[in-house]
């Protein structure tokens, strides 16, 4: 699979997400009725429950975990709006029989459980989605990889590194992008690992379009003792992330020795310069 990533990855994004969360909700009558506890969870109810059994959600997992994410995206990122809404399904005897379902010996089960349990993000199920990883049906491994970048935090990054040498590359990169903090992308980018994980960060930090990632990526660009695909890759990282700073340097490497690495500093430049004439557009 090509490491090459997508043409389009901006800081809008999650705005975009949103908008699609909200085109996209479900009116399913179990969709419906969990859609207006948990608005109420949210208004700062904290006596509210679900009447709903688990089984019921596992087989309208779809509608289910487009309502949670909705209700998630429109209270915004705070921890308080994510403790109300796991709380509330703690408090309905939801959580672990939601959690259980992930270890459920027919694989659709799993699957089902792994969009709730990476809807809500619940902690208590990054060990289960992690072993998912490595489960032998293909589609619960894809479900389960997008639950984790759902879910993030370290536990999530740990998972996501230790099979990237393994997992489709633009996919871990992709979630890693999502489940890892800043300072998680610093501390694997200084640590030394394969290339091809290495590679998997880099695209992920292209993926979050942080610039303040620009000057390290950059120094991974110039760095001649590092294997050429990873300086291709931080070219393209610091290409996706668009930062006007990281032209003048991918302009020096238009010299570089390395004819792969020159035609990769040329099209990050033009890239870089194609976004700034859109911004000022």
């Given at each position: 699979m090509s490491s090459k990533p997508p043409p389009d990855a901006d800081s809008r994004r999650s705005t975009r997400r949103t908008s699609a969360l909200r085109t996209a909700a479900p009116r399913t009558r179990l969709a419906s009725k969990i859609d207006r506890v948990l608005t109420t969870a949210l208004g700062g109810d904290p006596r509210v429950t679900l009447d709903v059994k688990a089984t019921e959600m596992l087989a309208d997992a779809d509608s289910v975990?487009?309502?949670?994410?909705?209700?998630?995206?429109?209270?915004?990122?705070?921890?308080?709006?994510?403790?109300?809404?796991?709380?509330?399904?703690?408090r309905s005897g939801l959580e672990t029989d939601l959690v259980?379902?992930?270890?459920?010996p027919d694989p659709g089960v799993r699957?089902?459980?792994?969009?709730?349990?990476?809807?809500?993000?619940?902690?208590?199920?990054?060990?289960?989605?992690?072993?998912?990883?490595?489960?032998?049906?293909?589609?619960?491994?894809?479900?389960?990889?997008?639950?984790?970048?759902?879910?993030?935090?370290?536990?999530?990054?740990?998972?996501?590194?230790?099979?990237?040498?393994?997992?489709?590359?633009?996919?871990?990169?992709?979630?890693?992008?999502?489940?890892?903090?800043?300072?998680?992308?610093?501390?694997?980018?200084?640590?030394?690992?394969?290339?091809r994980a290495t590679v998997t960060v880099l695209m992920a930090c292209g993926l979050r379009g942080d610039a303040l990632r620009t000057p390290l990526l950059v120094k991974m660009a110039q760095d001649r003792q590092c294997e050429t695909q990873i300086r291709v890759a931080a070219c393209r990282?610091?290409?996706?992330?668009?930062?006007?700073?990281g032209a003048d340097a991918m302009r020096m490497l238009g010299t570089d020795p390395d004819e792969t690495i020159r035609k990769a500093?040329?099209?990050?430049?033009?890239?870089?310069?194609?976004?700034?004439?859109?911004?000022?557009?």
């Open positions: 975990a487009l309502v949670i994410s909705a209700s998630l995206e429109r209270a915004g990122t705070g921890l308080a709006a994510q403790f109300k809404v796991t709380d509330t399904f703690r259980n379902s992930l270890g459920d699957i089902a459980g792994a969009r709730i349990c990476g809807a809500l993000r619940l902690p208590n199920a990054v060990p289960w989605l992690a072993d998912l990883l490595d489960d032998p049906h293909p589609a619960v491994r894809e479900v389960a990889v997008r639950a984790l970048g759902q879910a993030g935090g370290r536990r999530v990054v740990e998972a996501l590194m230790a099979r990237a040498d393994r997992l489709p590359q633009y996919k871990v990169a992709k979630e890693l992008s999502r489940a890892a903090s800043d300072i998680d992308l610093e501390l694997l980018l200084r640590q030394r690992s394969s290339p990282a610091v290409a996706m992330i668009g930062d006007p700073a500093a040329i099209r990050a430049r033009m890239r870089i310069s194609a976004s700034m004439r859109r911004r000022s557009a």
